[in-house]
């Protein structure tokens, strides 16, 4: 199943799942030994019960592998909310994937650019109000700006190191655009 968003650029694709709502409380009766074949009351109530008191370790035994394509900024938002992340590790990267494509790896060949630019609630931070006025300004502006970025970008390392070609892959991480 493959779902477009933003303004139909990126999509959200469901490619694997593992476990169902029985899933969690079932690991939570391992306990006692107890399981369940049917999803009935008695599993909802459990379910609100171990989320209402922060048993989260039944949660992490069901698992949805999805591909997501989306802007850098909207990926790094939804990094911070990882739902079963480890809280009590000092690694942030504990008992979660994340896997993405690199730039060091394969240029990047195109940058999210809205059909429209929303105007910010002035009441509310989390919201916007109506769109911008000067949109088609301030987009061919951010077009024209990423393009030069990325060949300002090979300019200094080219007169820095000398050639691009021989840099190795984590010095020219940020090489975003194709020779």
């Keep these: 199943m493959k779902v477009k968003v933003l303004d139909h650029i990126g999509y959200i ?35 609100k019960f171990l989320i ?17 394509k989306a802007p850098e900024f909207v990926m790094r938002q939804w990094y911070k909310h990882v739902v079963g992340i480890e809280t009590t590790s000092s690694s942030y ?13 394969i ?15 002035d009441d509310n931070k989390q919201a916007s109000e109506g769109e911008l006025n000067k949109f088609q300004s301030t987009s061919a502006l951010l077009a024209y700006g990423g393009k030069r970025t990325g060949k300002n970008y090979i300019t200094i390392i080219t007169i820095h190191f000398g050639l691009l070609d021989g840099i190795i892959s984590e010095c020219n991480e940020f090489y975003r655009v194709k020779r």
Excluded: C, M
Aim: hydrophobic share 30%; no cysteine; aromatic share 12%.
């Design 107 to 121: 240029p990047v060949q195109e940058y999210y650019q809205p059909d429209v630019w929303r105007k910010q609630s």
């Design 93 to 105: 990267t504990k008992d979660h994937a994340w896997n993405e494509i690199s730039g060091r790896y």
């Design 52 to 68: 209402k008191h922060k048993h989260f370790s039944p949660f992490r035994h069901q698992h949805i592998q999805v591909i997501i």
């Design 13 to 47: 694709e469901l490619v694997d799942t593992l476990g169902d709502d029985l899933t969690p409380v079932n690991a939570a009766r391992v306990s006692f030994g107890a399981k369940s074949d049917e999803f009935k009351e008695k599993d909802r109530k459990l379910s």
